[in-house]
């Protein structure tokens, strides 16, 4: 019997929960269609949450060794998300931090 264990870094589980918002955010505003001010301003904004996972995933790849342990007669294979930053990773997030500020003063100004 194989269990295949990974504890995901907190910060992994942010961004899958962040994706999940902008894009959720991004479908219900372009279904309610609010005003143009509004609209500018939330798609922006659920664009940087977007990308801001998109770049959390490209930082945590999954290895691919595993470690096994033996307990008994199990076998415990762990996968390890580990942040491994990548330029691209690094960019993605740097570009999401500009598009969630320049989102955030359309929504006030």
């Known amino acids: 019997m194989t ?54 995933f490209l930082n945590h790849p999954k290895e691919h060794s595993f470690i096994e342990t033996e307990q008994g007669d199990t076998k415990r294979r762990e996968y390890i998300r580990r942040r491994n930053t990548c330029g691209l990773g690094n960019l993605c997030i740097i570009v999401a931090l500009l598009l969630f500020f320049v989102g955030l003063s359309s929504l006030i100004f």
């Open 3 to 56: 269990i295949s264990t990974g504890k995901s870094p907190i910060l992994y589980v942010v961004a899958w929960l962040l994706t999940l918002i902008g894009v959720l955010g991004l479908i219900t505003t372009l279904i309610i269609e609010p005003r143009y001010t509004i609209v500018k301003g939330m798609v922006l904004i659920s664009s940087a949450l977007i990308i801001f996972g998109l770049g959390e």
